[in-house]
């Protein structure tokens, strides 16, 4: 056999195997006599499997296959010696099947056919099927007693029933391929696109008073739900349901809208971030699958709102959940906690996708944010905890995650950590915390620490900060990023701010009577302490006690503290009768307005660390601290820079002749013991 010969018998036996092993289509090969007798040549595995199960014999499956139609058709290919194709239907015990048949003369002198059927029984039920449950769904949905769009995930229009198109006055070549938002007005959108938002992310949510425009150009108010259309685990767009508001509320439908969403942003409440993330966890646990909870907080943001106002407040935190709402997604939801807190859900990250999405986070609320034709800068602490890794049940991840979320403000804030286990170390209960707080000062607890500011041109030290420490018998060291919000929040702060007062009035008369030279002692003033009425008494009568120099003794006020102007000017002029120091610490974080600058007497200028941190390689971090200094030269007063770390730090303030700087570049704050052995054991005064 030559080698022509032997491909051919491969190819061929190759043919015959595919034919008989093909599950799909059945085979014969049938001989027709003169007298249009058939008899069956051969069949398939397939066709042989098949009919084994439906006919008795060879001849039934010729008697019911072959029907007088049947007989008809192989004629005409006889005839015609052409290939022939159609759909047949054939009932065998009362089953129809319907089949694609090919017929086609093999041998025309002996009258050999070959028959294929291919079963198309299955499909031709799911094409029905699928047609019925389409014709169900647009009747539904076209039927339906409230208007209806179908939004895909481009948040374009492709579909709307004839109510939508009715109550609205479109019609629908104008609505069709339109973007939703096209009819959304202005003040609506924000909420609305939240809300596409998260139905996107697979969530059906809701939003009430909804102004949506009609086509005579009024807005009508309207209750909205949207339902995402799901399909194999992929969103693909969402149902729209819209409802008149003017006709009837339901008031159910608007009760759970207020017990699941912040009426604030729009964003979902602590009571949705509960329920969802205990059914991610139920999820997560079944696919042995990861969950991020990520817990921001501003920094800073109550000295905001009380410089600007609550209502100013409330829309700088409407433009921020703004930002933060461009980060959800189907696998990322967004919640307001309270406040100035907000809470990512994040479903499937890995730990460093989880650190990538902080940082692009931080990113965000680092650029400026303009309200009233003011900039604001607003930075964030972040604080992270990953199922299943730091717990297994909801309340213990979140609080993981706010124990991460403490360190990082403690640890200089503008970062983000996530929770270790040595953070449960220092992390009391809050409520038992407190009673400890109240005991603190009998039990001597409380300490001071004094962080030394460095003058940058001599090098001397002549003025030092004075910060609490609280050491608990306890709880250990506790950060006073947690116990001095509790104090402010308690009340307990004006007892504490007296005992620090008192603390360096005592300090300062030791160092006056040992001779030393004269130094200068900063201690903070809480708002809460500096809007007293006898705030000012109080001070001169400190100073009377301990017979100290007035001008040795410097208070540190925020800029968030001097919001009632006249009150602030008698208050400041009072002490600037008795010979205090006044400083303003934080400068550049509150109030915008350099107003005050020039009506009130102030006498030292703090700029804030925000505005040093990374200034060697921020230009607009020293561009800012520039100008403050300048500023404060322009009008007679000094600039102390805070957190400085870095050489390249301590160059470009002294090129912009800063006076003074503190930070750990100079010195961490310090018992006093060290203060009196290695800064005042020189020259007498």
């Given amino acids: 056999m030559n080698n022509s010969a032997e491909i051919a018998l491969a190819v061929k036996n190759y043919i015959v195997d595919i034919i008989n092993e093909n599950s799909l289509i059945f085979t014969f090969i049938i001989r027709m006599d003169e007298r249009e007798n058939f008899s069956l040549i051969y069949t398939n595995n397939s066709g042989a499997s098949f009919f084994t199960h439906t006919l008795q014999s060879k001849n039934e499956f010729l008697s019911e296959v072959i029907s007088k139609q049947m007989q008809s058709l192989f004629n005409l290919v006889s005839d015609t010696n052409e290939k022939l194709f159609l759909q047949q239907s054939i009932v065998f015990e009362k ?161 759970f809208y207020l017990a699941y969403h912040d009426h604030l942003t729009g964003l979902w409440n602590r009571r949705a971030l509960k329920e969802h993330l205990r059914e991610n966890l139920e999820q997560a646990e079944k696919n042995e699958s990861q969950i991020s909870i990520i817990r921001i907080d501003l920094d800073r943001f ?25 980060y959800i997604d189907k696998k990322n939801n967004l919640y307001r906690q309270s406040g100035d807190e907000f809470v990512y859900i994040l479903k499937g990250k890995t730990r460093d996708q989880t650190s990538v999405f902080a940082e692009t986070i931080l990113a965000e609320l680092s650029k400026p944010i303009y309200l009233d034709h003011q900039e604001y800068f607003v ?94 018998r306890k709880f250990g060291y506790v950060s006073p990023m947690q116990f001095i919000p509790l104090a402010e929040e308690s009340g307990m702060i004006m007892q504490i701010g007296d005992w620090v007062l008192e603390e360096a009035c005592k300090q300062l008369k030791y160092w006056q009577e040992k001779g030393y030279r004269p130094v200068r002692i900063a201690v903070n003033i809480s708002p809460k302490q500096f809007k007293q009425e006898n705030f000012a008494i109080k001070i001169r009568e400190k100073i009377n006690k301990y017979q100290i120099t007035p001008s040795s003794l410097e208070v540190e006020i925020t800029e968030s503290a001097m919001t009632h102007l006249q009150d602030t000017l008698i208050m400041l002029k009072e002490l600037k009768e008795i ?43 020293a561009a800012i601290a520039n100008t403050i200094i300048q500023l404060a030269h322009s009008l007679g007063m000094e600039v102390v820079a805070e957190g400085v770390e870095k050489d390249k730090q301590v160059e470009i303030l002294k090129a912009a002749k800063c006076q003074k700087a503190q930070g750990y570049f100079f010195s961490r704050p310090v018992p006093i013991e060290a203060i009196n052995e290695s800064y005042m054991k020189i020259e007498k005064a």
């Fill in 95 to 255: 089953v129809e099947y319907i089949f694609d048949i090919s017929i086609k003369q093999i041998d025309e002198k002996k009258k050999i056919f070959g028959l294929t059927m291919h079963n198309k029984s299955n499909e031709e039920v799911e094409k029905k099927a699928l047609i019925e449950a389409k014709e169900k769904y647009l009747s539904l949905v076209s039927n339906n007693l409230d208007s209806v769009f179908f939004v895909n995930e481009n948040g374009t229009i492709t579909y709307s029933n004839s109510i939508a198109l009715k109550e609205l006055g479109y019609e629908t070549e104008f609505v069709k391929n339109k973007p939703v938002e096209h009819f959304i007005e202005e003040n609506s959108l924000r909420n609305f696109q939240l809300m596409m938002k998260q139905t996107l992310s697979g969530y059906p949510t809701e939003m009430h008073n909804c102004l949506i425009l009609h086509e005579k150009g009024h807005y009508i108010t309207v209750y909205l739900k949207a339902i995402p259309n799901e399909i194999l685990g992929e969103i693909h767009g969402f149902h729209l349901f819209i409802r008149d508001m003017t006709a009837a509320v339901d008031e159910k439908d608007q009760l």
């Fill in 302 to 326: 109550k000295l905001i709102n009380e410089s600007l106002g609550y209502n100013s407040g409330d829309e700088l935190l409407k433009k921020i959940a703004d930002r933060l709402g461009l």
């Fill in 379 to 472: 930075t964030a602490s972040i604080g992270i905890s990953m199922y299943p890794f730091d717990g297994k049940n909801l309340d213990e991840l979140l609080i993981k995650a706010d124990q991460a979320l403490y360190v990082a403000k403690d640890r200089g804030r503008a970062h983000y950590r996530f929770f270790q286990d040595q953070m449960n170390l220092s992390f009391p209960n809050e409520a038992l915390m407190e009673s400890h707080l109240r005991r603190a000062i009998e039990k001597d607890e409380l300490t001071i620490h004094f962080q030394p500011q460095v003058n940058l041109v001599t090098g001397e030290i002549n003025s030092f900060e004075a910060l609490l420490r609280w050491n608990n």
């Fill in 579 to 621: 010979g205090i120091v006044i400083s303003i610490d934080d400068f550049g974080t509150g109030y915008s307005s350099l107003s005050y600058l020039k009506k009130y007497p102030i006498d030292i200028i703090k700029i804030d660390q925000s505005f040093i941190k990374d200034m060697e390689t921020d230009d607009k971090n």
